[in-house]
Every structure is written in C-alpha cells, then in structure tokens.
C-alpha cells in the first residue's frame, strides 16, 4: 500500500512536469504576446528526463505534453468552433494526434543522449538537436513547420532582429540555451543553498539575464538605424470578408463568379484617388480561369488599362488534359474523355500589357489542400476529396518573380501557408524580389488563434530578408509590415476593409537570403556529431 501511495505522488509529480512544459510553450505562441515563457518552458520537461529511466514511460509523457501543448495552439486546425465541416474536422484531429508524435520522436534523441551522459555539458546538446528536428519537419509533403519555437518572439521585435543572420532557427537555437542555463540554475541551486551563497546565486541569475538580453545588442541598433525609403510607391490591400464556405458552395454559377469580380473592381474605382500603383485581392479572390475568358478577361483588362493601375489577385486556375501525361491530381469531367487540374493560383495584370504574368503555390497544406505523395498513392485522392473542391489542387512548378512596369520592381507574391516557410520565401528575394506579397484566406477557422500566428510568422520574412510585406487576407488580418517587423494598417477579423500605404523597395540582401538556413544546417552537422559521440561513450564507458 506505501509502495502505491509513493507511485501515485510520483506519477503526479511527472503530470505536474508534463503540463508544466505543455502550458509554458503553448502560451509562448502567438495570439499571446507572452514569448519569455518559452525561456523556461523546456526546464519542466527536462527535469521530467531525470526522473524517468524508460524509453516506454518516456514515450508515455512526453507525448501527453506535446499533445497539450499542440492542442493550446493548434486547437483551431479543425475548425471545431467554426462550421465543423467533417473533413476538416478529420485532418485537424490527425494532426493533433500526429504532430505530438514527430515532437516525440524528437524528444527521444534529447532523452538518449541525456541518459547515456548524465553530466550538466550534455545539457548543451539540446539547443543543436532540437533545431535540428525543427529544420526536418520543414521538408517532405508531410512538413508542417508551424510551431517552431523561433515563432513565438514575434512580439519582441528587438529581439528577432537576428533572424537576418540565422533565421528563426537562431532564435530557436537561444530560446533553448537558456532553458539549458535555467536548468542548470533550478537544480543546482535549493533555496537553502541561495541564502548561504547569495553572490554565486546573484552571478548565475545574472548570466541567464545576459544572455536573455544578448539579442537587443544587435536588436536596437538596427531598430535606430532603421531601413532605405527610397523610391516609395502606394499599394492598396482590399479585404473582402467573403464566408469561403458560402463562396465555394455556391461556386457552381459563373455569373456569380463574374459579378464578385466586378464587385472588387467597383471597390477599386472607390479607391483610385489615392494614386495607387499596385492593388492586392486576396486568395481565390477569383473563382475563374479568367485570363482564359476572352470577353470577361477584356472588360477586366480594360479597367486596367483606363484606371492605369495594376492588380495583383488571387484566382482558380485551370488546366485541360485529353491523353498523355495527366497528373493524379486531375478529375474527370462527367461523361467525357476531359481531364482538368485546378491550381491555388495567383494572377498579375499590368496596363499596356496584355498577358498576365502567373504563379501556382508550390507548397500545399497537408491533407487539406492536399493528399500529400499523392503520386504514390493516388487510390487516397477519391475518398479524401473535400466537399468545398479545395482538397487536392495541382501543385505549381514555377518560382515566378513578379515584376512591375510601372515602379520598375520585383516582387514575390506567395499563397497562405507557404509563407511559414522561411528558405523557400527568401529563395525569391535572392532572385531579386524587392518586397514580399502573401495572400491568404485565414477564414476558414473563425475568429480563433490561427489568423493571429499566421499573420505573427510574417513578421519574421520580413526581418530575415528585410523587406517590406503586404499581407492580404480574405477575412482578415490584413496588414503592412515593414523591413523590422513593425506592423502597420492592420485589420479586424471578419470586417470588410480596404487599406493602403506607401512602401519602398528594398534590394539590400541579408545574410540569410544569401545563405538559406545555414545555422541550421550547421546544427544538424553538430547533432549528427553529438549523437556519434553519445553512442561512442556508451561503448567506452562499458
């Protein structure tokens, strides 16, 4: 009976930990501003580490806490406070039952090395491994690099100031060093011990308050110097706040289609006393293949070409397949032998110039926008085809640069989630894109914690590549963030808006658009490294 008594408290003091590690992280994220939590948020699940010897028990906990923790942020990716569409619903769920699993598998490395070297020097390892993890999850179909521990300090804009160096994965890599020096500090001091020895306790806070600082020496000088506004020029953002439930249900008729278009270009016409050069609709903005449409593409270009102004839009673009090499993305047009694939798709008309130029998104929301490898295992496709007709787009082949006649710049102009994707977003800008374009349509989910991260992680594409980004969101938030992070114009959830503001290009390019994710790469060397060095101690120890 003691001995049941005794394994009740422990396993309690383990939940403590779990939960500890789970609430800490997960109210570091974005929509709360509260990012100095992750300082600490790994110390609970460190200390978890040491009281636990097996890897079935380790398994057990460690996935309760990364549950947690995805479920505080990611509860929203089910849409289960907003319309609980079934599929949806579905591919939420699995990501909240899959996620916690990659996060464990990761956790694994960090207890496998922990307890073959049991000395504090080990606990430095940390950083290197879980970055490392961080920057896997980034790659592959199934990649879902949303909570990256980097993303959490978006609010803290002097201190993000070194992702133009490192990218997020710098921040994340300081993020975990410190957990490293608190635990070190939690386990080395008892509070006895600090009131005998006061001074090393006060010189070992010290560190940890130095190094939390450590950022702001570069942070806030770049803040002061500021950035080039040279060769300004106006874009106007239109925030339609259309319900993409109701759009896309009642998608089947084409004059409805063509009257939303004329719907924007009217709210256009309200607008063109501010001397705009660049207007901006959202995603799927244009439910048709317009540049396709002979007479509708006409009247479009017109308005264009009367009103000089160019228009930067979100629109369904369609391919037609006969025979030959058809994608397993392609459906099938009832009674026919006609095969089409739709791409998430963005369009850019200019004055003068008649052809648009074109960009398909290239990376794709798992399961909800696409059945991920479908090409090797297209039996999937049929089953899981969303009942809104946006499950399983064609994927896009093409890095477009997007340039302007009219302010003589490039641009990148990108779809929603691909702009979480911090390489794949400056590999435009080292193609000479001059400010950043993400269109996106956050309404999906409701009014919940989604809208606010996606539109956070922005924040960090600006100041890795330092450049101005346009954000244009369907249902909010909309806004303009500049070359340090700081946000401007930005909108409401679930309100029809319309804002606009001067940018400049900006052609300087960072270290880490020269050099991608470096920092990262050079972490996973060092983990390959670490884990070598583990397994030859446990040999040598033997």
Partial sequence: MFKDITQSKINKNLLTLSLGT????????????????????????????DKIDFYGKFFRYSYFTFFIFCVITLYWTGGFTHHKDPYLMLAGGALLLFLPLVFTVFASFIFFVRKKIKKNYSLFFLPFLWVTCEWLLAYGEFSFPWLTLGNSQTYQVTKIQIADITGVYGLSFWILFINAVVYIFVTTFSFKEIRQNIKKAIYSLGIIFLLYFIPDIYGIPKIYNGFSDKKEFSIGVIQPNLDPWDKW?????????????????????????DSLDIVVLPETAILLNLPELHDQYNEYKTFIDTNKIS??????KVKYY????????ASKISGTD????????????????????IYSKMRLVPLAERIPYAETAPFLIEPLRWG????????????????????NSKFLAMICYESIYPEFVSSFVKKGAEFLVFITNDSWWGNTSGAQQHKQYAVLRAVENRRWVIRCANGGVSCFIDPLGNIFEETKMYSENYISKKISLQTEQTYYTKHGDLFARICAWFSLLILLFTVGYTIYKK
Avoid: C
């Avoid at 499950?391 to 082949?397: A, I, L, Q, V, Y």
């Fill in 338 to 357: 006609i095969f089409y694939d739709s791409y998430n798709s963005i369009m850019f008309t200019q004055p003068s110039t008649y052809n648009s130029q």
């Fill in 311 to 316: 228009i930067l839009t979100g629109y369904v």
């Fill in 322 to 329: 006969r025979e030959g090499n058809i994608p397993v993305s």
């Fill in 388 to 407: 809104v007709g946006v499950s399983n787009w064609g994927k896009g082949t093409d890095s477009t640069v997007f340039f302007d006649n009219k302010t």
């Fill in 249 to 273: 249900e009642g998608a089947d008729s084409f004059v409805g289609r063509w009257n939303q278009v004329k719907k924007y270009l009217n709210v256009i016409n309200n607008h063109l006393k």
């Fill in 22 to 49: 789970a609430i800490l992280l997960g109210i570091s994220f974005p929509p709360f501003p509260t990012g100095f939590f992750a300082m600490v948020g790994f110390v609970p699940f460190l200390l978890l580490i």
